[in-house]
């Protein structure tokens, strides 16, 4: 015999207040994904955690802080997916296995759709983290006694008309704007680290070979024109320390083939790339020639990183075109 209480509908109140929650969390979700800019990344505590936790090895790879990003923002969507779904008076079992599958079609959307966004990557990573924040989210709602919901619902507005709706989601999104607005100037590179290795011709750990020769290389933190702080073809093996791994006798003749044939930097390129974040701009020319029509990984021609994890620039070669994550 099923529990009376489980099929009963809980208030109007609450179930406008699932169907705000959940589109609000979608209208999140959709403008977090054509705009990814780290606006919160200046945040001082933020900047404080992160060196802390650095130093003491506690979290050596921005994948921990993505992974934890990902399942904290689908947190909503099934909370919202769970709470319509009890209003309308489903079972706790629907309710967590419509949010589920909601969180994980939702995410499985976001995740085509990066495919087609140049400072975007997919990952099955966030898949997984997404499914499981909506999972996280249900179980929150369910966990909340139902006379609590009951008390809740008594601060709520029973009904909105289209135009409430309408309103409200509006309001939302001016809010999202102006937040963006006001963040994105200063995040625009202010989220590269310091501390990261230039790799040529592959991964700072290995793992993504380029099947290729780079013919000549300059790096700006400002326009092509060579200043003192530019890195040319003569002046980048020496830079920071620059350290050759491999067999070329210079940078002409960089090139991998699955072995350690490839240049990296014994120490981080801090100097180069503080100036980059000082400066807000960085200009890359490259003469190079892929031997392999068809390549993945992106396999890495250039990269300023510290393993597959993390990284502030990858140039790589993704199928036959040219692939650039920052």
């Not at 997916?81 to 079972?91: C, E, F, V």
């Not at 491999?246 to 350690?260: A, N, Q, V, Y």
Request: with cysteine; hydrophobic share 45%; aromatic share 10%.
């Amino acid at each position: 015999m099923k529990s009376s209480s489980a099929r009963t509908p809980l208030s109007p109140a609450l179930l406008l207040a699932g169907r705000m929650v959940t589109y609000l969390s979608f209208l999140a979700i959709l403008i977090t994904t054509l705009f990814p800019y780290d606006i919160w990344v200046e945040a001082d505590w933020m900047q404080q955690i992160r060196s802390v936790s650095w130093e003491w090895g506690l979290i050596r790879s921005n994948i921990w802080r993505d992974i934890i990003a990902n399942v904290v923002v689908f947190i909503p969507v099934g909370m919202g997916l769970t709470l319509t779904r009890l209003a309308k008076g489903g079972s706790a079992a629907r309710a967590l296995s419509g949010a589920a599958l909601g969180g994980l079609l939702l995410t499985c959307f976001v995740e085509n759709v990066q495919i087609f966004l140049v400072l975007r990557a997919s990952s099955l990573n966030d898949i997984v983290a997404n499914t499981v924040g909506a999972i996280l989210g249900a179980l929150l709602v369910i966990g909340i006694a139902r006379s609590r919901w009951e008390k809740l619902s008594q601060l709520l507005p029973g009904q909105l008309s289209a135009r409430g709706y309408a309103l409200w989601l509006l309001v939302a999104l001016g809010a999202a704007l102006l937040a963006f607005d006001a963040g994105v100037g200063e995040a625009r590179l202010a989220g590269w680290e310091s501390n990261y290795h230039l790799s040529l011709g592959n991964e700072f750990e290995g793992g993504r070979p380029w099947m290729g020769s780079i013919r000549s290389l300059r790096l700006s933190t400002g326009t092509l024109t060579l200043t003192p702080d530019s890195l040319d073809l003569e002046t980048v093996r020496h830079y920071d320390k620059a350290l050759h791994f491999g067999k070329p006798d210079s940078l002409s003749d960089i090139f991998s083939s699955g072995e350690r044939d490839w240049w990296r930097s014994a120490a981080p390129m801090a100097r180069f790339l503080n100036l980059v974040q000082k400066n807000q701009q960085f200009s890359i020319s490259l003469a190079l020639r892929s031997d392999e029509l068809r390549q993945s990984g992106p396999a890495r021609i250039l990269t300023f990183s510290d393993g597959f994890d993390y990284r502030d620039l990858t140039i790589g070669q993704q199928g036959d075109a040219l692939a650039i994550r920052l």
